[in-house]
């Protein structure tokens, strides 16, 4: 009988399935913790694909399907999981073993994280048969019952009541408009903090990985300026002409971009910040300002991005002494 250490690959097979299968559990079964589990989940199968081959993070993806189905009931809730995080750990793995530059694997990231979100939109309202517009109107209803529960309780008089309804009023408009940006926006920050989780990990256990990455020069090509453009062409449209759906596609393709751009300008006001010649109690003092007036400094990176990714303001030679 042949022992198993001459077959380490198997063995590292099976562990990086078992790792897998046991994270998969945990965020099936306590709820809470199922976003922090999305952020490793992929790592097992990353390492397998720098260590061996894709052939072999494949064979730990079945392997850890197979465990997940024997020990969790609802088979559509094991396979939207493993959607999520196996391509994700199969692109990882496959752009860091190919030195992807890291630019260029973002990108390939973003698209992935737009394709997840509308999977995810689709399986949870067309499969499931629960519409965003059905959502919306179980929230107004939810909401009625507990205005009426605080009413009858002195807890809200009628004025204050009606203020209530007219928040809940707000708050499901917003999520009947903006549910798919959100979950895009929400992906995309899942999905590029497992890469540079990834990277990290890689680099720690000797894997070479792509050129270090540095947040204050991250740039844009110009031509993403017509990301704004087609979302404000989408939205004025859709508002002429009365067609809702072509609205709502306008305003969450802006609600994506004013979060990309709102991060590259950020990336522009800390390169600034570093670059300006003070002391450090300044710039400290500086930043708590910036944090204070969160509002205003929201509105100024997004001004500040969207700028950039046209004349590159970092490029400009701006004496900060």
């Known amino acids: 009988m042949h022992s198993m250490d001459k077959y380490p690959d198997v063995i590292e097979i099976i562990i990086a399935a078992t790792v897998m299968a046991l994270l998969g559990l945990v965020g099936l079964y306590i709820a809470p913790l199922f976003f922090l589990i999305m952020l490793f989940l992929p790592l097992p199968l990353v390492y397998l694909i720098l260590k061996r081959d894709l052939l072999h993070g494949l064979l730990a993806v079945m392997l850890?399907?197979?465990?997940?189905?024997?020990?969790?009931?609802?088979?559509?809730?094991?396979?939207?999981?493993?959607?999520?995080?196996?391509?994700?750990?199969?692109l990882i793995g496959l752009m860091i073993k190919n030195k992807v530059a890291v630019n260029k694997s973002m990108?390939?990231?973003?698209?992935?994280?737009?394709i997840i979100a509308a999977l995810n939109l689709f399986f949870s309202f067309v499969v499931n048969g629960a519409g965003i517009s059905q959502v919306t109107e179980e929230f107004r209803v939810t909401m009625e019952q507990m205005s009426?529960?605080?009413?009858?309780n002195g807890l809200l008089n009628e004025a204050d009541r009606q203020e209530y309804l007219a928040l809940t009023e707000q708050i499901a408009y917003f999520v009947q408009t903006f549910l798919p940006g959100s979950m895009a926006v929400w992906n995309i920050m899942m999905t590029m903090v497992t890469y540079?989780?990834?990277?990290?990990?890689?680099?720690?256990?000797?894997?070479?990985?792509?050129?270090?990455?540095?947040?204050t020069k991250w740039q844009l090509p110009w031509y993403s300026i017509w990301?704004?453009?087609?979302?404000?062409?989408?939205?004025?449209?859709?508002?002429?002409?009365?067609?809702?759906l072509i609205e709502i596609t306008g305003k969450n393709i802006l609600y994506i971009a004013s979060f990309i751009f709102f991060i590259l300008g950020i990336a522009?006001?800390?390169?600034?910040?570093?670059?300006?010649?003070?002391?450090?109690?300044?710039?400290s003092i500086v930043i708590v300002v910036l944090l204070f007036y969160l509002p205003i400094t929201v509105v100024m990176a997004l001004v500040v991005g969207i700028i950039d990714s046209v004349v590159n303001l970092r490029r400009q030679h701006i004496d900060l002494r």
């Open 64 to 90: 850890t399907m197979f465990i997940l189905m024997v020990a969790f009931e609802h088979i559509k809730s094991v396979g939207l999981l493993v959607l999520q995080f196996a391509p994700l750990g199969i």
């Open 107 to 114: 990108a390939v990231l973003f698209f992935w994280a737009l």
């Open 148 to 152: 009426k529960f605080y009413n009858q």
């Open 196 to 215: 540079f989780i990834a990277r990290h990990w890689m680099n720690r256990m000797g894997f070479t990985v792509p050129d270090n990455f540095y947040f």
């Open 227 to 244: 990301i704004i453009i087609i979302g404000l062409a989408l939205t004025i449209v859709g508002d002429e002409l009365t067609w809702q």
């Open 268 to 283: 522009v006001i800390i390169h600034y910040i570093q670059l300006w010649r003070i002391s450090k109690i300044v710039k």
